[in-house]
């Protein structure tokens, strides 16, 4: 059975600082996604990344994959108060039909 | 554009009733997808509609079912209502399999 897990699950940092959300996934796929949910509201799509080595970046995130280690990290620069929120992994498998499995999502809180 | 609209926001439900969830694509998206998420977990993939037909399912008993209309709105039906089914339900629309999901509001169910 797959299983996507993030670590930290839990993430409290001052503004300014930079840190890193990993993504470990444990069967084949070649589509990992990241999402950002705030309290409340529903998730808003950051990045897809497609391919090994692939790398997305906007703003103060980049996203980047690696599949043969089955790992995707989530790095923020110099955090913000604004990028406090959960974020979530997900991976597709597809075999012929589709399935999405999420990670436990990592609750990230900005420190001013 | 409009984007991915679903009602109603809240809803009260009984053991053993029956619930149906709709949700409105994004324009021209062919693909829907729908969640369960229960509070503070990640979301729960349910199953995929792609062109009318179901193409992927989660772990969810035969009493969640769905359709998809020509439009590429989307219904999803759960049965028998059981307390554990207290939860938000989130639609998701793509342009196809695999591809960015756009996620709706979602829809809050309490079951008593």
């Known amino acids: 059975e797959l299983k996507v897990e993030q670590n930290p699950l839990f993430l409290s940092m001052q503004e300014g600082k930079n840190y890193t959300i990993y993504c470990n996934y444990s069967t084949t796929s070649d589509r990992l996604y990241w999402y950002r949910q705030d309290p409340g509201k529903s998730l808003e799509s950051l990045f897809v990344?497609?391919?090994?080595?692939a790398v997305k970046q906007e703003g103060r995130l980049m996203a980047s994959l690696d599949t043969k280690a089955r790992l995707s990290t989530l790095h923020i620069t110099a955090a913000v108060h604004d990028l406090s929120a959960t974020y979530f992994c997900a991976v597709a498998l597809a075999s012929g039909t589709y399935k999405y499995i999420f990670g436990t999502g990592t609750r990230l809180k900005v420190l001013a | 554009e409009t984007g991915v609209t679903q009602s109603p926001t809240h809803l009260i439900k009984t053991r053993g009733q029956q619930v149906t969830l709709r949700c409105s694509s994004q324009s021209g998206h062919n693909t829907v997808s729908w969640y369960q998420q229960a509070l503070g977990q990640g979301p729960q993939f349910i199953f995929q509609y792609y062109r009318e037909e179901e193409n992927g399912r989660g772990n969810f008993p035969p009493r969640f079912s769905g359709l998809q209309f020509p439009n590429y709105s989307s219904e999803l039906n759960v049965n028998a209502l059981e307390l554990d089914d207290s939860a938000l339900y989130l639609c998701?629309?793509?342009?196809?399999?695999?591809?960015?999901?756009?996620f709706g509001p979602g829809t809050r169910l309490l079951v008593l």
């Open positions: 998701a629309s793509s342009l196809g399999q695999g591809e960015t999901q756009y």
């Open positions: 990344l497609l391919s090994n080595g």
